[in-house]
Each structure stands twice: as structure tokens, then as C-alpha cells.
């Protein structure tokens, strides 16, 4: 490549396809905002990502490509396969181990700088291989593992807590785990890390000494992830994902700043930016600062005297079939549907706009009232339904929908528990006590279609189902669904 060449492709080139690749990844963010306007936001982020590949490899010249395309085969082929086969359900659970890849990633690539450094400096014949950082480097370099090793640990754990198959002492590990002295421990390794931080700024050591700083920093984030997450379950772990994948938009622009790379920079700053608005969404959507989130220990429960009374204890529950349950329909003219987990779990969403239809039709009037943690991940339930095509429109959100429940004559509740449960509350010891729910309770009838009284992600009893104006429909939420439908078809007829 002539100079003139290099000066144009890395001077002006690749900052131009940089440019607007970022410029297409804040379009991108900015169609995730809409249900309608999602599937084009994400198509606009996968191609600015592709766009972001191919500059940084035109600005790499001329290298050995074979690495680079086995890393583009082996992690495409996973992506891909991954994307295919995951349930709607375990999704939080894909995205908490995308976030880890992502700060693993910042963590190697970190100290994969801070090794090249060491290696190209020139050493005088004769000398100890000495070598001076500077507060730049170090700073970045030291944030990109610290903040990199949290989230990939930390994602690890998250994965395993939402996966809710990992026992540990005998205690689900998805319950809050709470070790004695955890705050002392995390201010040592978090002081720990940036003591070497400090010293690699300002200190001329030699290239083994700051190897084994890297390694000691690496090794504190990957403890402090751990220990960070452990203490957090319960109904918090969504805020808790998020918070994650904002970490790992830190961790790729501190990344940024080691390479010198400002796309990684403004990308990275991108996710940090826009997880953290969503974490504090969610936040305020549960009554809670991030604070006691991250400190509180949310979700635990004195087994020996729940609060609001054992999760499997309850007193008379009036149990409807299909047919009662329809002709309670029949006669309301205005029906709120609120959809939870069940829903996803049976996919009952084209058979809940089914039954919309069937109701509109006799001129009753039909909302959907969405719990901002309804479902297992931000914004579950809104897309469920917009893949039947219920209408935008009739996707109320908790604030606009809970006034109207008084003048609700019946609310369908659609395997959903948490987020309809009176003791967020009236129960003060409650894990749920301060969440903001959906008062249900506050209509003329509840009609709540699950399989059985269990509980829900919280674990916890849902007085709910006692209430006089309440009624249980068992069974699997298609199925009872499908019921319903043919019920108002035949009533119909
Ligand atoms: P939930 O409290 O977990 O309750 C879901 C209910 O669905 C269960 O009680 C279950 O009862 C029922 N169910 C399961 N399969 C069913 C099926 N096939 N048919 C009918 N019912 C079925 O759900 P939620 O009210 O949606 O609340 C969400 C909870 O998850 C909150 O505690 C939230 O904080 C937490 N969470 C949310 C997110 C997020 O980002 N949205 C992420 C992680 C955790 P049966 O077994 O009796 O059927």
C-alpha cells in the first residue's frame, strides 16, 4: 500500500465507515424503542456491526486472516445455533451469557495489549526489560479486566441463578446467597485492584511484575463478580441482567480506549448507557433503589414463617371449568387481560387474541394490562403479543392500566402470579412488599387461568387466589384457552 493509500484508507476511510456505523448503531437502539419499529432497529445494529468488522479489517492492512475467520466460523456457527434452538423462556438466560462473552472478551483483549506493549518495547542491550504504562494505559487497560472479569463472572452466576438448577449447601442457588463479611471482602478486592491500577500508572516494572498485576486484577474481578451476584435473587435478577449488560458496554469502552479505537468507545458507551437507563427503568418499576437491589438481598424468606403465609397453604379457592368461567365472560363488557410467564410457557398468545376477537365481537371492549417484569426478560410479553398481532394500542402499561381497574367488570389473568400479588402490598415482611403490581383485585371479578396453586418465580403465596371476587380456572393456559374460545364460538352460534 502506497502512503498516499494508507493515509487515505486509515485516515479517512475507516473513521468515515466507523462513523457511520455508530450512526447506524444509535438508529438501531432507537427502533428497539417501538414494537414496530424493533425488527428494523436490530437489522440496522446487526449491519452496523458488520459494517464496524470489515473497517477494522480494512484498517488492519495486510495480516494473516486465518484466525480471524476461524474465530467468524466457530462463533457465528454457536450465535447462529444458539439463536435457533433457544426457547422464548430461556432468553434472559442466553442474554446473561452473552453479556459474560462480552466482558471475557474485554478482559483477553485488555491484557493482550498490555502483553504487546511489554513485548515492543525496546530494551538497551544489557537492561532489565523495565517498562512504564502511563496513567492512559493503565487506567483503561485496568478498568477494561476489572470491569470485564465482573460481568463475565458475574454473568456466570446470573445464568446458573436463572437456570434454577444448581444447589449449593443444599440452598437453591437462585435464592439470594448471603456470605458473612461479603461487603469487606468486595472493598478489598475492589481497592485491591485498582492499588495495581495505581502502580501500573505510575511505577516502572518489569514485564513479568505487571503480567502478574494483570493476572492478580483479572483474578479480583472474576472473585468480586461472583461474589456480587450471589447475594441478589428472587425477582431482582432481571434488573440484575441488565445491569450486567451494562457493564459489559463499559468494559468494551474502556477496551475502546486501550486499542485506541474510537468505534468500541462510542459503541461500548452505547450499551453502558442504555442498560443503565434500563436498569433504573426497572428499578423504579419495582419500588426499589439499585442500591438495596445490589445489597439488599432480595427474595429471602424465613422458611419457618413465610410472610403472608406458606407459599402452598391456602385457605377456600373457588375452582371454575371452562364453561362457568365463559359465561362470566359473556356478560362483561370490558375485560382487562393481564399475561405473565404462563402465558410464554404455553404459548397461548395467538389463542388469547383469539379469544379478544371472539370478545370484541360481541361489542365488549378488551385491553391488556403488561407488568414491566412480567415474563422472564424486559419487554417479554410485549413481544408474545405482537407476534399474534394484538394491537399496539391495547398494550396498557401498569401506570395507565391500574386506574381502570375499578371499572373493569372482568380481569383475565393469564398465567401470571407475581405481578398480580396483593403482598407487594399488604404484606410488610413480603420478599415482593414496595413492588408495584397490577391491582387486579380492584375489578368487578379476577378470573385467573394456571395449572395449579403453586407459586410463582418469588416463591411466595398470592392471596389473590383466596379473594371472593376470584376464580381459578386449572389447566394449562392454551388449553383453557382453547376452551373458553369454544365456548363463546358455541354461545355464539
Ligand atoms: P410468575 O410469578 O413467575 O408466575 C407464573 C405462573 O405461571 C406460575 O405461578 C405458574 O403456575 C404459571 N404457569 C406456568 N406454566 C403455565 C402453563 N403452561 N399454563 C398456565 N400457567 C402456567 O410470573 P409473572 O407473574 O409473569 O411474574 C414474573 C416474575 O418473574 C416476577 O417475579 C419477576 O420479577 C420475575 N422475573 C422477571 C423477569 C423479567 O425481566 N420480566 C426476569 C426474571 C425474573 P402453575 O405452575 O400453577 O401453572
Redesign the pocket.
Known sequence: MSAAETTFVGGVLVPLLYLLSAVLFIFGIKGLTKVRTARRGNLLAAGAMLLAILATLVDLGTIDYRWILAGLAVGGLVGAVVALRVEMTAM?EMVALFNGSGGGASVLVAISVLWLQMIEEPEAPGATAAVALGPDSAVSAVLGILIGGVTFSGSLVAFLK?RDKTKIAGKRLSQPILLPGRHLVNLVLVLGALAVGGWFAFATASEAAIGAGAVVVALAALVLGVMLVLPIG?????VV?SLLNSYSGLAASATGFVLNNNLLIISGALVGASGLILTQI?CVA?NRTLANVLFGGFGIQDEAAPAGGAADEYGTVRSYSAEEAAMVLESAEKVVVVP????A??Q?QHVVRELADLLESRGCRVLYGI????????G?MNVLLAEADVPYEQLQEMERINPEFKETDVVLV???????NPAAENVPGSP?AGMPVLKVWEAGTTIV??????????GIKNSLFENENNIMVF????QVLQELVAELKQAAA
Do not use: E
Not at 234 to 238: N, T
Not at 340 to 343: M, Q, R, V
Not at 371 to 378: D, F, S
Open positions: 434472559p436463572l428472587g425477582a431482582d435478577m432481571p441482567i426497572m419495582m405473565g410467564y404462563g402465558l410457557v404455553a397461548a407488568h414491566p417484569v412480567a415474563g422472564r426478560m424486559p417479554h393469564v398465567g401470571a402470579n407475581d405481578v398480580v415482593i387461568i394456571k395449572r395449579s396453586l403453586s407459586p410463582g418465580f418469588a389447566g394449562d393456559a392454551k
